[in-house]
C-alpha cells in the first residue's frame, strides 16, 4: 500500500477539514465546490466538505445525500475511474435548490491511489448571460486512433467555440489536451494569445479566454483521458491556478507553475518557497491525498497562504495528483 493510500486509511472518512469552508466568495462560473468521501464502510460517498459562495443554504442538501458506486455525479466519477463532465446539472441533488441559484454543468474529479478512491472533488457551474469559459472531457483509445476527441463539456454562453471543439481533435502533444496527455502531468497555459502551442488561440481570444489548465487521466488499457479548463477574463473558473510538485528529497513542495489575475510574478515571489505536509491546504492535501477545502480562515500557514492572502483571495481549493499510488502534484485553485 502506497504512503499516500496508508495516511488516509488511518485517518477519519468523513472528518471535516480543519478549515471548514463556509460563505466565501466564489467565481462567477463556479459557484460550489464539494469534497466526497467514500463512508467507513466503503458502500457509499458522502460529503467531506464544500464551499457554497452565496448559496451557503445547499450544504444541508448534499450533507443528507448519499451515493452508491456509480450512483449520481460522485459515484459516477467512482465507477468509471475517470472525470465525469455534465452540461446540464440542473437533475441534480440540486434539483429543489432556488431557481435564482441558476446552477448549470458541473464536473467531477475522482483522486485514486492505485484502485483505491481516495475522494471525489465536485465544481458546479453557474448560469448568466454573460458567462463564458470551458471545461471539456478529452479522450483517446489507442485502439481506435492516435488524436483526442471530445467526450462532453460545458461551455457556458460560448455556443460557437462549443461548437468547433465537437468537430476538434488533438494529437499527443498539439492542444492543451495534447500536451498534458504527453506529459503525463498536470500543465497551466497562461497568455493564450502568444501561445503557439494552444491551437485554438484565435477562437479562445475572441470570447475572452484567457488561460487553462489541462489534467490528464490514464485509463484501462492505454487509454488517457483530459480535462481542460478554459478561464475567461471576465468570468474566470478560478483567479489563480498553481502546481507545486515534490522537491528531489521529497520532503516539501516547490513551485511549478501558475498564473493569477493579481500577481503577474508567482514564480519570482515563490522562488525560496517550500510547503511541507503541515503547511496550510497545500500541504495537507500532499499529506492525505484529499482534494481540501478552505476559505480564508488557515491564516499564514504557507507561502501560499500569504500570497493569496495579500492579492484578496479567500477561497481556495487544493488537489492531489496522484499516479502509481504517489503523489506528483498539487493543484491549488483560488477563486
Known sequence: MSNVVGNIARAPTAARAPYAASEATMSRFIRIAEVWVPTRDRLSLQLCDGLYGSLGELRALSER?????????PGKAWAAGRPIVLADFRNSWFAGAPA?????????????????????????????????????LWHNDPAKSFEMRLVEGYYGNAETFAFNARHTRFP??????????????????????????????????????????GIPYAGASGQTF?????????????????????????????????????????AAEYAQAKITK??????QAWLTGIPVLCDGGEGNRSAAARSAAAAGLDAA???PFIQAGELKAVIAWYF
Open 65 to 73: 445525500t448519499r451515493f452508491a458506486y456509480g450512483e449520481g455525479l
Open 317 to 319: 481549493m487544493a488537489m
Open 278 to 283: 503541515t503547511d496550510g491546504i497545500i500541504g
Open 172 to 213: 499527443r502533444g498539439y492542444g492543451l489536451p495534447g500536451r498534458a496527455w504527453k506529459s503525463h502531468a498536470p500543465l497551466i497555459v497562461k497568455d493564450l494569445k502568444n501561445s503557439q502551442s494552444f491551437l485554438r488561440w484565435e477562437q479562445a481570444v475572441q470570447i475572452g479566454i484567457n488561460r487553462g489548465l
Open 100 to 136: 435564482e441559484a441558476r446552477l448549470a454543468g458541473a464536473v467531477a474529479l475522482p483522486v485514486f491511489a492505485g484502485d483505491y478512491l481516495m475522494a471525489v472533488a465536485v465544481l458546479v457551474c453557474g448560469r448568466d448571460d454573460t458567462q463564458v469559459g470551458a471545461i471539456e
Open 226 to 266: 483530459a480535462l481542460s479548463f478554459l478561464s475567461a477574463h471576465d468570468t474566470p473558473l478560478a483567479r489563480r491556478f498553481e502546481i507545486w510538485i515534490p522537491n528531489e528529497a521529497r520532503d516539501a513542495l516547490v513551485f511549478h507553475s501558475g498564473d493569477c489575475d493579481h500577481t503577474a510574478e508567482l
